[in-house]
């Protein structure tokens, strides 16, 4: 029963957050936004390799704290609530700068992207621990399955309602009612899943080393370890890629216009 309820719970908070973060997925709605303010292909691939790496660069950090701590609820908190105000902030000020110049728009939209993107890589590790704490391992494919097929069913109505709202609604007040519904939907999400509360764990200690020893520890690991090494090989890879991936605009309007001149 009570793996029953953490199951729900996890599950129900990653329906939500899915459909959220499709209202604000970077190659769709955000690229658009940035599109129609900047008019940069440059800009536009920026914003997905900006999501990435902000994704990426807190985990390690965040690891040790939570390692040190003996806990990771606290810096889940921290992450996913910060995500979600980040959007609620981004909606905000899509409504009441409509009547300012693109530029200044622009780089607010760019800096609460970028502030959204770093936070959102404070959830990583926290969630992944709770996660593994809270389901059995031979549930977490149904988990995820459900997650996946629940948040995408939900995406579509989201899809559905941001055709809607940019179909009668001015730029950019329409990009703001989208943002406000992934805020919502975030929001939801992280209160479903802080609910639910962390496990406790009785032989589970906090760990005092310092930053530079868990670094040690770390390269112990990924030298000893083949199938550690070979996974974070692959997650460097793909993380490679697609931070790689949206400058193929940039690069195909410069064939276009290497094609137009002659070269």
């Not at 900047?38 to 997905?48: D, F, H």
């Not at 329409?174 to 406000?180: E, L, Q, R, V």
């Not at 931070?243 to 309007?253: C, E, G, K, W």
């Amino acid at each position: 029963m009570k793996y029953n309820r953490r199951f729900a719970s996890v599950a129900a908070a990653g329906v939500t957050f899915q459909a959220g973060s499709a209202a604000i997925d970077s190659a769709t709605i955000m690229s658009a936004l940035v599109f129609q303010l900047t008019g940069s292909p440059l800009v536009v691939g920026a914003v997905t390799a900006i999501l990435r790496f902000g994704w990426l660069f807190p985990q390690l950090i965040v690891g040790f704290l939570a390692q040190r701590s003996g806990s990771s609820m606290q810096y889940y908190v921290i992450g996913a609530f910060g995500r979600a105000s980040c959007m609620a902030l981004l909606a905000l000020i899509l409504f009441i700068g409509a009547d300012w110049n693109a530029v200044q728009l622009s780089i607010m939209v760019m800096v609460l992207w970028t502030a959204y993107a770093f936070i959102s890589g404070i959830v990583a590790v926290p969630y992944n621990d709770i996660v593994a704490r809270s389901v059995p391992s031979e549930l977490r494919s149904r988990l995820l399955a459900t997650r996946f097929f629940g948040g995408g069913v939900l995406a579509l109505g989201i899809v559905a309602i941001a055709d809607r709202l940019v179909g009668n609604m001015a730029f950019p007040i329409s990009y703001a009612a989208i943002i406000a519904i992934a805020s919502a939907l975030m929001f939801l999400s992280s209160i479903v899943f802080t609910v639910m509360g962390e496990p406790e764990v009785t032989n589970r200690r906090a760990n005092k080393s310092s930053f530079f020893q868990y670094l040690r520890d770390g390269i112990e690991v990924f030298n000893t370890d083949r199938k550690f090494r070979m996974f974070v090989y692959a997650q460097w890879c793909g993380g490679a890629v697609l931070m790689a991936m949206p400058f193929y605009v940039v690069y195909a309007i410069l064939c276009g216009l290497c094609q137009f001149i002659g070269f």
